[in-house]
């Protein structure tokens, strides 16, 4: 299990770019010319390799079962996936059905029941998540504070309030998966880490 260093480790880390930027490391980068200067962010699982992707990684390491598509709508099984433990809350690519022409996304997947549930992309949002196991950099947020909150790895870090088991955001959101890292971070500067928690 991951989780973000607390103030117990940090007081021993030696940060080499000290109180520099994202932005002013990467101009200091392409100064001296370093090519990985303008590389993207990484927070995926970069480790794992693009011939043979996740089912490549994963297939000796679990059992990838075969499951249902239901519709929440009408309850119908509308397709079938290769691997049910594969699939992402959130994901519409890959899951390859549509209903009636409706772009349909992953809303809950049950691997014990081998079912994904997808629905339409107004059911794939939603303004709160629920979430357990916090880590705090310094003090935790109390219940009512305001934040912002990144969920993806590529997605904006959104306002939201801080609920201590749940946060809300402004305006709904796409669903986060359970066991999905939430980053959180200062109100008024986004790019100042308070903590992370995990979605429940």
């Known amino acids: 299990?991951?989780?973000?260093?607390?103030?117990?480790?940090?007081?021993?880390?030696?940060?080499?770019?000290?109180r520099l930027t994202k932005a002013e490391v990467?101009?200091?980068?392409?100064?001296?010319?370093?090519?990985?200067?303008?590389?993207?962010?990484?927070?995926?699982?970069?480790?794992?390799?693009?011939?043979a992707g996740r089912r490549g990684f994963l297939v000796d390491?679990?059992?990838?079962?075969?499951?249902?598509?239901?519709?929440?709508?009408?309850?119908?099984?509308?397709?079938?996936?290769p691997a049910v433990e594969l699939v992402t809350v959130g994901q519409r690519r890959g899951l390859g059905v549509a209903v009636d022409g409706r772009r349909l996304y992953a809303l809950a997947v049950d691997v014990d029941a081998r079912t994904v549930l997808v629905g339409e992309a107004d059911?794939?949002?939603?303004?709160?998540?629920?979430?357990?196991?916090?880590?705090?950099?310094?003090a935790p947020l109390?219940?009512?504070?305001?934040?912002?909150?990144q969920t993806s790895a590529h997605g904006p870090?959104?306002?939201?309030?801080?609920?201590?088991d749940a946060l809300v955001f402004d305006g709904l959101h796409p669903l986060v998966a359970p066991g999905q890292t939430v980053a959180l971070y200062q109100m008024d500067d986004a790019d100042i880490v308070v903590g992370s928690a995990v979605a429940a």
Request: proline content about 4%; overall charge positive.
């Open 26 to 51: 990467r101009a200091h980068a392409a100064r001296i010319g370093l090519r990985t200067a303008g590389k993207p962010d990484s927070q995926d699982v970069c480790f794992i390799q693009s011939v």
């Open 61 to 81: 390491r679990l059992a990838l079962h075969p499951g249902s598509i239901v519709d929440a709508r009408s309850g119908d099984v509308v397709g079938t996936v």
């Open 142 to 149: 109390a219940a009512g504070a305001r934040a912002r909150a």
């Open 157 to 164: 870090a959104d306002p939201c309030t801080w609920l201590g």
């Open 1 to 18: 299990m991951l989780s973000m260093l607390t103030q117990a480790e940090l007081i021993q880390v030696l940060l080499p770019v000290g």
């Open 123 to 138: 059911q794939a949002r939603s303004d709160r998540v629920a979430v357990g196991r916090t880590t705090w950099v310094d």
